[in-house]
């Protein structure tokens, strides 16, 4: 080992002192060494066609350990102890340690007996110390060596990749992106880099340590839970993985190098040849412009804007335009030179000219043709990006636009779903906030797709790797949460309002309840109120007893009345515990209803002290019905018989006026004694009178005991002197009458029967059909005019009867002699002389005065149209002297 090596070892060794004090201090540390150390011992033993299941406990004999380094060291060590015995196990272990020290390793505080009692902590030490020394201390890159090589390694290999940034053996790869870009990197067909995601590291390492299991035979020496799992992975563990990975690249690499000096080699033995050099230096530098050429138009690292892969775009136009026409023709030149060079060498018997490995014209070609393939490519994904910048500037627009109109959608929503408006609204109010919601609540779910779409764009952008993808979650975010947010507050204002409805609604019901019941109640206190204090009129002791029947039924309803008036305040009472139990804000008073129970208490107060009135007043108005009684049955004893009197006496009042028995002065002296009799009756009259007086006096309007009362005996007293009176008067005239027409006694006894007989109802009056009966039974033919004229001299005041006074005054006229009309018509032609009329103040000149102006007052409705102003014509003279018997 030169001293740069040496010095080199002993400065990354000398941090291996404190093993004591820092090794295995984290359990989950550990847990990872084991298993990484286990897998590397493991990966070399099974060269051996061995391995080990248990670190500390298979190389306790000392065997596995030295067979482990003779698989990696590639010598021999002295032959091991066959023995089972601890001496035996030391002496094996000691050969290792002895071995480890000569490569220049320097062991600290790891002794053989150690590692033989199984002692974990040295055995990791000492396997840490073998991975050193033999897997880890020989690389070198760019001037640097064992850990630092690595790491520097490790960083070129993955500068390319985005979302790699390798800086140490820990944090650098929890995400698993630096495993899957070292393998993409050297066989990118093994992995799918594009489709990775720094988000899903349990994905990426398990996809990294599969295949490098499967395909680079690199043991899986981690779990992918327990890298993730913990916060700040094991620097060892994932040191001895790493080398594993340099140690599967590198021996690519080195044949690679050993092909570059090859071609080196052979292209100075041919510098006698200056065709063969000249080819070999157009074909290396062909080959090496391709080389070069390729990975550029391999490189798919994605830029963040249009205007930078634009640029790209330019670039590459700028490679075919500027760059690649002049290597065209350098690969025609070489084809020429080749065929040129084959004549040549064919035309001197020469060899033909093989080009040095991986130089043939159909090398070239096939290395043009990656070329173009990889131009075909990268024009291909040029454009491509281009196209997903453009899809990503769409969708970034696209997410502004929507979360502004959704911001803009939700400002003031959230104040607006914390208002508590509703602690002071009605029902009414409540529901109309309630329907106010649910529109709210369908506008809300029907921005449930503006929220999605948001979301599903920024989870687009972040799958196409949007540059701003952070500020577009962080919005999203925010949205998302403020979405949730809105849900959360939509539901509480919407339990809070079917709450407050709730509440609402049973005191609506308890009012409603207590109005239905409180109005009927206060209906019925006030009845009863009015019912107590009306002053109340009665007149029978049946009435004034049916008021106090129904004034102690009344008082017997009273009991219940007083639960329905507490079962009324019980309702009251239990709104206002719902509203002190609740808090409830109430904006108002019972709509139903204006009764308070202040009023219901008062009045109910008032009925109970009307009671007691009632009860007196009834009392006093039974005393007062019980005189009103005696006075009733006084009157009604002397009223029953004097109505029964009177009428008797206008029974026979009448019979005496139509029957014939003896002459119309025994009739006339008859009735006279009948009046005087009548008025010796008028003292018990009198006394009636007195007695109504005193019923009057007592207001008594009615009497059971009697049907008369004492107007009906007024007039039937009065009737009765009347009738008598009237009575006697037609006597009377019926003598002078029968006197002045000479009708004698035989002709007035003819009237009568004729009267009588057709008087049907014995009314002392014939009706309008009766009387004519009585004219076509006495021989009259007569027609309805006829009729009409005789009805107006018997009817004059069309009363629809006739009388039998009226009957004989028709008759006497009728029967008696007609010379004194025809005397009186004489006159008249003597007066009238030539002339057809008389004038008025001719027989004002002829006749008495009076017996002139009595005459012309009679005779002047008579006078015709044609008559003579101021004279009576013959015509009207003998109508109103056939029509009038005083003429």
């Known amino acids: 080992m030169d001293h740069y090596d040496s010095q080199q070892t002993n400065d990354y060794m000398q941090p291996e002192e404190d093993w004591d004090r820092d090794l295995l201090l984290d359990p989950a540390w550990e847990k990872q060494q084991r298993k990484t150390f286990t897998a590397w011992c493991n990966s070399h033993l099974r060269k051996a066609g061995t391995q080990i299941e248990n670190i500390e406990e298979d190389f306790r004999d000392g065997l596995k350990l030295m067979l482990l380094l003779e698989v990696i060291s590639g010598e021999r060590l002295a032959k091991p102890e066959r023995g089972k015995m601890r001496v035996h196990k030391i002496s094996n272990v000691n050969k290792a340690l002895d071995f480890i020290a000569s490569k220049g390793v320097k062991l600290v505080s790891i002794g053989a007996e150690e590692i033989v009692d199984g002692n974990a902590k040295m055995t990791l030490g000492m396997i840490w110390t073998i991975i050193l020394r033999f897997a880890i201390q020989d690389i070198s890159v760019e001037e640097t060596s064992a850990k630092e090589g690595l790491l520097l390694w490790c960083q070129r290999k993955t500068a390319p990749y985005k979302n790699v940034n390798i800086q140490n053996f820990h944090i650098s790869w929890k995400d698993g992106l630096g495993f899957c870009a070292l393998i993409h990197r050297h066989r990118p067909e093994l992995i799918d880099y594009g489709k990775l995601r720094k988000d899903d590291p349990l994905t990426n390492l398990n996809t ?199 911001e803009a959608w939700t400002d003031g929503k959230e104040a607006m779903l914390r208002q508590k408006d509703y602690e002071t609204a009605t029902l009414s109010e409540i529901k109309a906030l309630l329907k106010k919601h649910e529109a709210f609540e369908s506008d809300l779910a029907a921005h449930q797709d503006r929220v999605e779409q948001i979301a599903a764009i920024a989870q687009e952008l972040n799958e196409l790797d949007y540059y701003d993808s952070p500020s577009v979650n962080a919005r999203c975010q925010k949205i998302c949460d403020q979405w949730d947010n809105l849900g959360a507050l939509t539901q509480k204002r919407r339990e809070a309002l079917e709450r407050t409805e709730k509440l609402l609604e049973t005191i609506d019901q308890l009012y409603l309840e207590y109005a239905k019941r409180a109005a009927p109640f206060n209906n019925w206190m006030e009845g009863a109120m009015e019912d107590l204090q009306d002053t109340f009129i009665v007149h029978t002791i049946e009435e004034i007893q049916g008021l106090t029947t129904a004034h102690e039924q009344f008082k017997a309803t009273l009991p219940d009345a007083d639960k329905e008036r507490l079962a009324i305040l019980g309702i009251h009472n239990e709104v206002s515990k719902i509203v002190q139990t609740y808090h409830v804000n109430m904006a108002g008073t019972n709509p139903y209803t204006t009764i308070t ?55 026979e009042i009448g019979r005496i006026s139509i029957e014939m028995h003896g002459t119309l002065e025994d009739q006339l002296s008859h009735l006279r004694q009948y009046e005087k009799s009548i008025v010796n009756y008028k003292p ?204």
């Open 208 to 406: 990294a340590f599969d295949v490098a299991e499967k395909y680079l035979d690199i043991p899986k020496m981690l779990d992918a839970e327990d890298i993730v799992g913990t916060a700040r992975p094991d620097e060892k563990a994932i040191m001895t993985y790493v080398s594993s990975f340099y140690h599967a690249f590198s021996g690519a690499q080195k044949a690679e190098t050993a092909a570059n000096r090859i071609c080196k080699v052979l292209a100075v033995n041919q510098e006698n040849e200056q065709l063969m050099e000249d080819y070999e230096k157009l074909a290396s530098d062909l080959l090496e412009w391709i080389r070069r050429t390729i990975p550029w138009l391999e490189n798919r690292a994605p830029e963040n804007t249009m205007h930078a892969m634009q640029q790209k775009l330019e670039d590459f136009r700028d490679y075919r335009r500027l760059h690649k026409p002049p290597k065209v023709q350098e690969k025609c030149q070489l084809e020429i030179n080749f065929n040129t060079l084959q004549t040549k060498l064919r035309l001197s018997n020469r060899p033909a000219f093989m080009p040095s490995e991986g130089r043939m014209v159909s090398d070239i070609n096939n290395a043009w043709g990656c070329l173009e393939q990889a131009e075909k490519g990268y024009e291909e994904w040029l454009l491509n990006e281009i196209r997903r910048l453009e899809r990503l500037d769409h969708l970034a627009e696209k997410f502004r636009q929507k979360a502004s109109i959704h």
């Open 597 to 651: 129970p202040q009023e219901i208490n008062g009045k109910w107060e008032h009925v109970r002290q009307l009671v007691p009135r009632r009860d007196q007043a009834l009392t006093e108005e039974h005393a007062r019905q019980q005189h009103n009684e005696r006075l009733r049955k006084q009157f009604a004893a002397q009223a029953n018989v004097i109505g029964p009197w009177i009428q008797t006496k206008m029974e």
């Open 684 to 887: 018990k009259i009198d006394q009636l009178e007195g007695d109504h007086q005193l019923i009057q006096e007592a207001l008594i309007f009615d009497n059971k005991h009697t049907n008369y009362t004492m107007e009906h005996i007024r007039v039937g007293w009065e009737q009765l002197l009347t009738t008598i009176a009237r009575t006697i008067n037609e006597v009377e005239n019926q003598i002078l009458t029968r006197d002045a027409k000479g009708i004698s006694q035989e002709q007035m006894n003819e009237f009568r029967a004729s009267f009588n007989h057709f008087d049907r109802k014995k009314t002392g009056m014939m009706d309008t059909d009766d009387f004519r009966a009585c004219l076509i039974s006495m021989g009259y033919n007569m027609g309805e005019a006829e009729f009409a004229r005789i009805m107006s001299i018997v009817d004059p005041n069309r009363l629809g009867v006739v009388t039998f006074q009226a009957f004989i005054d028709f008759m006497s006229r009728e029967t008696a002699d007609t010379d004194t009309a025809d005397q009186v018509m004489a006159s008249f032609k003597i007066l009238a002389g030539d002339k057809n009329y008389i004038t008025v103040d001719e027989l004002r000149r002829e006749l008495p005065p009076d017996q002139a102006e009595y005459c012309i007052a009679r005779m002047a409705p008579y006078s015709g149209p044609d008559a003579v102003p101021g004279a009576l014509d013959y015509m009207s003279f003998s109508t109103a002297l056939y029509g009038e018997s005083d003429l």
